[in-house]
């Protein structure tokens, strides 16, 4: 009998190439020049008052905002904030519970970040450090805390799973810089503003946050403040509850020491930690307030900002460090002129004489040069300077989406720690685009001077995306980014249509046409695959008035010329590839805005469509001149589903009896489904470990290839079944628990894709892994060895096992990439000439592994890698042992298995 080295040797060729795993490959950078928006769509988002509230609801929230509160409430109307927190725990308890498992696909590993990289989301909070000013945190509304080590070159986020990753306000305590307060909550009124759950405080520079648990109900933090006499001292404006609250222990107690509607800012004067100043909202008005004992108690202002009526009377300030007592003041009323105040806030007189900022409740910030306390910058939809106290304002930034000048939407200014005015003049910047930054505020101007720190700041918010396989193009709408488009294989953007954006769609068959919406139905369409785009909503009567701040649209996914649009009624194009596309009117309005269209794949002519109050409608004959439409649930006699926001529909690829509606509201029951057409519904939320968080259901996709694999993205995260939707599980990996606006699988693919409110577009191919039968093997004197596998998934170790060997004797594996040829010679080789009859040798041998076997068993796992380009990878294993009696070369062979990684 040969040594079994010899065995592996002559078989198998050992000295071949070492095995090697596929490795990602690098994707070339691509930077699409940025598509202007004409001066066209320019007028018109300026006539439909964007960013303003209606005056109809004076003080009152937008419609923008109305529409993502409607989503959250319940059928009475009602929404808990603190019922996200609740989900949040839920959420956890999933995670934790599947944190081994894949159903469906979605297990550990797998997501791919596809950004985008170039685009950052809306950032209200910057904190750099006061003593390395290379380091830095950020704060985005939907995106968490994200910390640079190089001045904002680059970045990184702290914790996706922090708890809550609505960071509104981030402060720093100046004497312990380790110590950072992040507020959760965006209390500005802005429809796509995402609830909080109090203050997270770290104490070891960012890298580890706490919820601090006397703030666990606060909804809203929109500032904090840090005493710079005592690092103890704090003060924290909020929303619901709405007022000052005060802490003297570093957040562990607070009190709440100046109840007011809403807070929007307070600070401390930086000269004395007993002077402060904050803006309160009650009333429907805004006014100053001032403190002299360190926010102990507080008074109303005596003469100027008193009464600033509407949420457009937003108040910003800003101490002037450089002179005692002097405060200065920005004001959305009057068009954003300047204030200040010479005795610490007490008394206030306007300051400009020429035109103002334009600052009002969404857009309001200021800044005063610590060393010059005429010069200033105040910020609204772009940023102004003025170097007379406010008197005169000039405008310092031009900047739109994907542009070297400042987004815009101008949030918070910040030093770099080291400004003195003369060698340093430093200045950051954060709005709607991410963070921006000048190394001279004084020479920085409209054209020059300004430089993008958004750079991998990837928290862009999306509403809505869709894609194609083939290509792997990706695009989506976002808020304030416009319209996105990201190439294959990359993850920088194009802006492909500015202002905000919404529901997405691509054509299955021509990827180049796109579709796309600016709030309120206007829908467009790109031709040229995403590099720019123009309105097709002409005849749709309702565009720009009588539809949803982000309404649904959708292609047919039997006819991608057809495509469908929910304003108060339903919109349809039989030719959305026209020159000129011609709409009709398929279903009438009645009284609520249609928030969720579907169309069956098998039928066409079934369509469901939902609506904001939870009515649904459905027909039979789409097709017809004109539809009958049939109540699914009317809120009257019919009424199987309760009366919430219906946010998605889906019909069964396979069967149009069957479909599933997801709903809004912080609830246990988001996702029904019918097998009958609507005549009944089930829940289909699970329950405990393995059911839905009691949250919206934003999304619903189903597998291409197994109906029974179910998606959905909520307030709170992705979510997977496999089983129809009796069990649910999500992921401690990819987009974590951020709001998935969008689940939608890729054109004529199985690649899944998360469209996030905070942190981008992500990507996960689901496939299956496989172990699959190659051959058989051929007979031992203890039987025929018998080879298993467990199944191959990324980053879970593969056990191989070969049974019914001879006892005590050598044995290897044979591991490859090939199962048709090896070094020249075809496969399978028969072993005949080895003196080993019957016997085939049935892959290649990149690599193998020798053991000694026991009672007849050879076992061994093999390290599988966690890269998502190794999907679908396929290999090769097969067993040999030492067997004395068996044949004249004293070996024998297994069966050879052939496995495909998956997830």
């Known amino acids: 009998?040969?040594?079994?080295?010899?065995?592996?040797?002559?078989?198998?060729?050992?000295?071949?190439?070492?095995?090697?795993?596929?490795?990602?490959?690098?994707?070339?950078?691509?930077?699409?020049?940025?598509?202007?928006?004409?001066?066209?769509?320019?007028?018109?988002?300026?006539?439909?008052?964007?960013?303003?509230?209606?005056?109809?609801?004076?003080?009152?929230?937008?419609?923008?905002?109305?529409?993502?509160?409607?989503?959250?409430?319940?059928?009475?109307?009602?929404?808990?904030?603190?019922?996200?927190?609740?989900?949040?725990?839920?959420?956890?308890?999933?995670a934790a519970y599947h944190d081994s498992l894949d159903n469906a696909g979605i297990g550990r590993f797998g997501w791919v970040e596809r950004g985008p990289s170039n685009l950052g989301g809306r950032t209200r909070s910057l904190v750099v450090h006061p003593t390395n000013p290379n380091e830095m945190w950020a704060g985005a509304v939907g995106g968490g805390?994200?910390?640079?080590?190089?001045?904002?070159?680059?970045?990184?986020?702290?914790?996706?799973?922090?708890?809550?990753?609505?960071?509104?306000?981030?402060?720093?305590?100046?004497?312990?810089?380790?110590?950072?307060?992040?507020?959760?909550?965006?209390?500005?009124?802005?429809?796509?503003?995402?609830?909080?759950?109090?203050?997270?405080?770290?104490?070891?520079?960012?890298?580890?946050?706490?919820?601090?648990?006397?703030?666990?109900?606060?909804?809203?933090?929109?500032?904090?403040?840090?005493?710079?006499?005592?690092?103890?001292?704090?003060?924290?404006?909020?929303?619901?509850?709405?007022g000052i609250h005060r802490s003297v222990d570093g957040g562990l107690m607070w009190a709440n020491v100046r109840i007011a509607d809403n807070c929007l800012q307070v600070a401390f004067d930086p000269n004395d930690g007993s002077r402060c100043v904050a803006d309160v909202y009650e009333g429907g008005a805004h006014r100053v307030v001032y403190s002299t004992n360190g926010g102990l108690t507080w008074a109303n202002t005596a003469t100027g900002l008193v009464n600033q009526p509407g949420i457009d009377g937003r108040i910003e300030l800003c101490y002037a460090r450089s002179v005692p007592?002097?405060?200065?003041?920005?004001?959305?009323?009057?068009?954003?002129?300047?204030?200040?105040?010479?005795?610490?806030?007490?008394?206030?007189?306007?300051?400009?004489?020429?035109?103002?900022?334009?600052?009002?409740?969404?857009?309001?910030?200021?800044?005063?040069?610590?060393?010059?306390?005429n010069f200033l910058v105040t910020g609204a939809y772009h940023l102004y300077k003025s170097a007379d106290g406010g008197a005169t304002l000039t405008q310092l930034s031009n900047g739109y989406i994907n542009t070297a000048q400042p987004h815009p939407d101008q949030h918070q200014i910040v030093a770099d720690p080291g400004f003195n005015g003369v060698t340093n003049r430093r200045v950051y910047v954060t709005n709607?685009?991410?963070?921006?930054?000048?190394?001279?505020?004084?020479?920085?101007?409209?054209?020059?001077?300004?430089?993008?720190?958004?750079?991998?700041?990837?928290?862009?918010?999306?509403?809505?995306?869709?894609?194609?396989?083939?290509?792997?193009?990706?695009t989506g709408g976002t808020q304030d980014n416009g319209h996105l488009t990201i190439a294959a294989n990359s993850n920088v953007a194009t802006l492909t249509f500015g202002g905000d954006g919404g529901f997405a769609a691509m054509d299955a068959q021509n990827a180049n046409y796109i579709y796309g919406e600016y709030v309120y139905a206007q829908v467009h369409r790109s031709t040229n695959g995403g590099s720019s785009a123009s309105y097709i909503d002409g005849g749709i009567t309702e565009a720009g008035s009588a539809a949803n701040f982000i309404a649904p649209l959708l292609l047919d996914p039997s006819d991608q010329r057809r495509l469908y649009?929910?304003?108060?009624?339903?919109?349809?194009?039989?030719?959305?590839?026209?020159?000129?596309?011609?709409?009709?009117?398929?279903?009438?309005?009645?009284?609520?805005?249609?928030?969720?269209?579907?169309?069956?794949?098998?039928?066409?002519?079934?369509?469901?469509?939902?609506?904001?109050?939870?009515?649904?409608?459905?027909?039979?004959?789409?097709?017809?001149?004109?539809?009958?439409?049939?109540?699914?649930?009317?809120?009257?006699?019919?009424?199987?589903?309760?009366?919430?926001?219906?946010c998605r529909i889906l019909i069964d690829r396979t069967n149009p009896q069957v479909a599933f509606v997801g709903l809004g509201g912080f609830a246990g029951d988001n996702l029904r489904k019918t097998s009958n057409g609507g005549a009944s519904?089930?829940?289909?939320?699970?329950?405990?470990?393995?059911?839905?968080?009691?949250?919206?259901?934003?999304?619903?996709?189903?597998?291409?290839?197994?109906?029974?694999?179910?998606?959905v993205g909520t307030a709170v995260g992705i979510y997977a079944s496999d089983d129809g939707g009796a069990t649910w599980s999500t992921s401690n990996d990819g987009p974590a628990d951020v709001s998935v606006d969008e689940v939608v699988f890729l054109n004529n693919s199985t690649t899944l894709l998360a469209a996030t409110h905070g942190r981008g577009l992500w990507t996960i191919a689901l496939r299956e892994p496989v172990v699959a039968q190659l051959g058989p093997g051929c007979a031992g004197s203890f039987g025929t060895p018998t080879l298993t596998a467990s199944s191959p998934e990324l980053g879970k170790p593969v056990a191989l096992r070969?049974?019914?060997?001879?006892?005590?004797?050598?044995?290897?594996?044979?591991?490859?990439?090939?199962?048709?040829?090896?070094?020249?010679?075809?496969?399978?080789?028969?072993?005949?000439?080895?003196?080993?009859p019957g016997c085939f040798a049935r892959t290649s041998a990149e690599s193998l592994v020798i053991g000694t076997n026991s009672n007849g068993m050879l076992e061994t796992t093999i390290p599988m890698p966690t890269a998502s380009a190794t999907l679908g990878f396929q290999f090769f294993v097969q067993a040999f042992s030492q067997d004395p009696l068996v044949n004249a070369f004293g070996a024998a062979a297994s069966n050879a298995l052939a496995l495909t990684v998956g997830n």
């Open 802 to 836: 070969c049974a019914n060997l001879r006892p005590g004797q050598q044995g290897l594996f044979a591991l490859g990439v090939s199962s048709t040829s090896y070094l020249g010679s075809p496969l399978p080789l028969d072993l005949i000439v080895f003196g080993m």
């Open 1 to 94: 009998m040969r040594p079994l080295l010899a065995v592996a040797t002559t078989l198998c060729a050992l000295c071949a190439a070492a095995w090697h795993w596929p490795t990602a490959v690098d994707a070339a950078a691509l930077r699409a020049p940025i598509q202007e928006r004409k001066d066209a769509n320019k007028a018109r988002e300026r006539a439909n008052g964007r960013r303003r509230a209606p005056d109809a609801v004076p003080g009152g929230p937008d419609e923008a905002r109305l529409w993502r509160l409607e989503r959250m409430q319940d059928e009475t109307g009602a929404f808990q904030p603190d019922a996200l927190a609740a989900a949040k725990a839920e959420w956890r308890l999933n």
């Open 565 to 646: 649009v929910g304003a108060a009624s339903l919109w349809l194009t039989s030719d959305a590839r026209a020159a000129t596309v011609a709409w009709s009117n398929v279903k009438p309005a009645v009284g609520s805005y249609i928030a969720a269209i579907a169309v069956a794949p098998s039928d066409p002519n079934v369509v469901w469509v939902g609506h904001n109050d939870g009515r649904v409608f459905k027909t039979n004959n789409a097709l017809a001149a004109a539809p009958t439409w049939v109540a699914v649930d009317d809120n009257g006699a019919a009424n199987p589903l309760p009366n919430r926001y219906v």
């Open 325 to 373: 007592n002097m405060v200065y003041a920005s004001c959305g009323t009057n068009g954003g002129i300047i204030w200040r105040s010479i005795d610490g806030g007490v008394n206030w007189a306007p300051r400009t004489t020429s035109a103002g900022s334009g600052a009002a409740w969404y857009y309001n910030t200021l800044w005063v040069d610590p060393t010059d306390a």
């Open 432 to 474: 709607d685009g991410g963070v921006y930054v000048t190394a001279d505020i004084r020479a920085a101007s409209v054209t020059t001077g300004w430089t993008r720190r958004d750079q991998s700041y990837r928290t862009t918010q999306f509403y809505g995306a869709a894609g194609d396989g083939p290509t792997g193009k990706l």
């Open 681 to 711: 519904f089930v829940d289909v939320t699970g329950a405990g470990a393995t059911g839905l968080p009691t949250a919206p259901v934003y999304g619903i996709a189903q597998h291409p290839q197994d109906p029974a694999y179910l998606y």
């Open 145 to 242: 805390v994200w910390n640079s080590t190089n001045a904002g070159v680059s970045w990184a986020p702290v914790n996706d799973h922090v708890g809550n990753l609505a960071v509104c306000s981030l402060a720093l305590a100046p004497t312990t810089p380790l110590t950072i307060y992040a507020g959760t909550g965006e209390g500005f009124f802005n429809g796509d503003a995402i609830v909080g759950d109090g203050v997270y405080k770290s104490s070891d520079g960012g890298a580890t946050f706490a919820r601090l648990p006397a703030t666990a109900s606060w909804d809203y933090v929109n500032r904090i403040a840090v005493s710079p006499a005592n690092p103890s001292l704090l003060l924290a404006a909020t929303r619901s509850p709405g």
